[in-house]
């Protein structure tokens, strides 16, 4: 699932290249996406509709409209979104061989052809939404609805929120003295944005375990943890996310961070700090990988 960086790099790019423009039109072959309403009711809701700016809660991506509506979308595991020029739709599956050309094109790589929704804009472009599993969730209502949605309401401080400081970090935890920190990091009702990649990655940063339990952590290596959190995601972000599996950005390409990775996904590998072997194990029913040298 994309996490905070590589959905901040779809925000980013959507900021860039269609704030401002207005839809004119809607396709559609997974009605089932878009909550609440027919994917022709959906349509006739969208349609003139200016996109006034393109934000970010953890992993929500919110397309804020004229008319006082607001478009949500959560890419869940396999969502990604593409913004091409009209014509590039036409262009036959032959020039996927342009994709290692010096004028790059990754739209006709297999990862982004699993189109199931397409935003058609004034300027010419396409905003299309592709998505492997069809897990994806598109919703449309007033703004103030959207913002207040529970799913929305319960989330935690976003994890580069400016607010979210070393303190408030504190208070988080306080309350959860016997919970495992690999579980705290991921509890999106706590610190929005983080998942499996970086919550192993942070954690091998801090040198913390994640099995540890929050009242067995010193306030110096909380503080690590912290500085850990913060470091990483910009990185990340700088990086334009990790692309270990279906997550592309607007242009279709791949992010540049798993070429940084230390432990996520390295299982058997040889840690490149100690030489000691990458362990993976399951917590919160999902993987995390921790080298048992550099970790406590």
Same mark, same amino acid.
Request: hydrophobic fraction near 35%; charged fraction near 30%; include cysteine.
């Given at each position: ?10 925000? @980013? /790019? &959507?900021? !860039?290249?269609? %704030? ?11 009605? =089932?996406? #878009? ?94 939404? @592709? /998505? &492997?599993? !069809?897990?994806? %969730? ?11 949605? =529970?799913? #929305? ?95 592309? /950005? ?17 299982? =058997? ?28």
């Amino acid at each position: 699932m994309p996490e905070l960086p590589e959905v901040q790099t779809i925000v @980013s /790019d &959507l900021n !860039k290249k269609i %704030k401002g423009d207005t839809i004119t039109g809607f396709w559609s072959d997974w009605g =089932k996406s #878009i909550r609440g309403k027919t994917v022709g009711d959906f349509t006739k809701k969208i349609k003139n509709k200016k996109i006034l700016g393109v934000r970010r809660i953890g992993k929500n991506i919110f397309l804020d409209l004229s008319g006082g509506k607001t478009l949500y979308l959560h890419l869940k595991m396999t969502g990604h979104l593409l913004v091409k020029k009209q014509e590039t739709r036409d262009k036959k599956q032959k020039n996927y061989k342009l994709q290692n050309s010096k004028n790059e094109n990754y739209f006709f790589d297999r990862v982004n052809q699993y189109i199931r929704h397409k935003f058609y804009l004034k300027s010419g472009k396409i905003l299309e939404f @592709s /998505d &492997l599993r !069809k897990f994806g %969730k598109i919703v449309l209502d007033d703004r103030q609805i959207v913002n207040n949605l =529970k799913e #929305i309401k319960s989330l935690g401080i976003d994890a580069l929120n400016p607010k979210f400081t070393f303190r408030k970090f504190q208070e988080i935890l306080k309350n959860k003295p016997k919970a495992k920190i690999g579980i705290l990091l991921m509890d999106q009702n706590l610190i929005a944005g983080i998942g499996n990649i970086y919550r192993s990655e942070i954690l091998f940063q801090a040198g913390i375990l994640p099995e540890r339990a929050v009242k067995s952590i010193s306030q110096e290596d909380l503080h690590k943890i912290y500085d850990a959190i913060i470091k990483i995601l910009k990185k990340a972000v700088k990086m334009r996310g990790t692309s270990d599996s279906d997550y592309r /950005d607007t242009a279709g390409a791949p992010g540049n961070f798993q070429n940084f990775l230390k432990v996520y996904n390295r299982e =058997k590998q040889k840690c490149q700090k100690c030489d000691t072997i990458i362990q993976r194990k399951t917590l919160g029913q999902r993987s995390v990988f921790i080298c048992a040298k550099c970790q406590k």
